[in-house]
Antibody, heavy 120, light 110 residues
Framework: QVQLVESGGGVVQPGRSLRLSCAAS????????MHWVRQAPGKGLEWVAV????????YYGDSVKGRFTISRDNSKNTLDLQMNSLRAEDSAVYYC?????????????WGQGILVTVSS | QSVLTQPPSASGTPGQKVTISCSGS????????VYWYQELPGTAPKLLIY???QRPSGVPDRFSGSKSGTSASLAISGLRSEDETNYYC???????????FGGGTKLTVL
């Protein structure tokens, strides 16, 4: 069965970096676009980034552009999110999600989420 | 970047039908599919509607979606107390090359 498992979260100081990973299993990872979506405590859903099935294209939300980098390793079935220059407002539960069609946000599977807290 | 507009709140009594709107533009809802999610505590959002009006297997037919032009709606009929939570719409924006979520609508079952 399809599984997406996030890791790498935790507490980090403002201005520092953190790398999230999403381990995929149960499907042909290299055939699907993948996204990161986050939800801050008490706030709504916010899209973070998408990467095409082959890694050839990446798009980012305005609030993370220039600070976050999405990447994937299709040989290891892993999706990563490198987060630099972290701010308090980046504190959220981060989800990886599979796009069933292409890259436009047709999510059929989500991970369980991983908490990132940016605080001094 | 949230240019999908949802009402912040909606309400209804058990058994009633409520509708939640999602307003966008030609570059998002007008050109791409709309999705609706239900917020569940402590877990990932649950997909209720995909492709404007399609229900994933397991989603009750009390939930239905529609789209017209640059707006979309989620209708919930036969309202139940367990429907009380937040609902979000989403759609890709071709101009921004970004996925947009609406700000969310908190549904209260009176």
């Amino acid at each position: 069965q399809v599984q997406l498992v996030e890791s790498g979260g935790g507490v980090v100081q403002p201005g520092r970096s953190l790398r999230l990973s999403c381990a995929a299993s149960g499907f042909t990872f290299s055939s699907y676009g993948m996204h990161w979506v986050r939800q801050a405590p008490g706030k709504g859903l916010e899209w973070v980034a998408v990467i095409w099935y082959d890694g050839s294209k990446k798009y980012y939300g305005d609030s993370v552009k220039g600070r976050f980098t999405i990447s994937r390793d299709n040989s290891k079935n892993t999706l990563d999110l490198q987060m630099n220059s972290l701010r308090a407002e980046d504190s959220a539960v981060y989800y990886c999600a599979r796009d069933r069609r292409d890259y436009k946000g047709d999510f059929d599977y989500w991970g369980q989420g991983i908490l990132v807290t940016v605080s001094s | 970047q949230s240019v999908l507009t949802q009402p912040p709140s909606a309400s209804g009594t058990p058994g009633q039908k409520v509708t939640i709107s999602c307003s966008g533009s030609s570059s998002n809802i007008g050109s791409n599919s709309v999705y609706w999610y239900q917020e569940l505590p402590g877990t990932a959002p649950k997909l209720l509607i995909y492709g404007n009006n399609q229900r994933p297997s397991g989603v009750p037919d009390r939930f239905s979606g529609s789209k017209s032009g640059t707006s979309a709606s989620l209708a919930i009929s036969g309202l139940r107390s367990e429907d009380e939570t937040n609902y979000y719409c989403s759609s890709w924006d071709d101009s921004l090359s970004a996925l947009l979520f609406g700000g969310g609508t908190k549904l209260t079952v009176l």
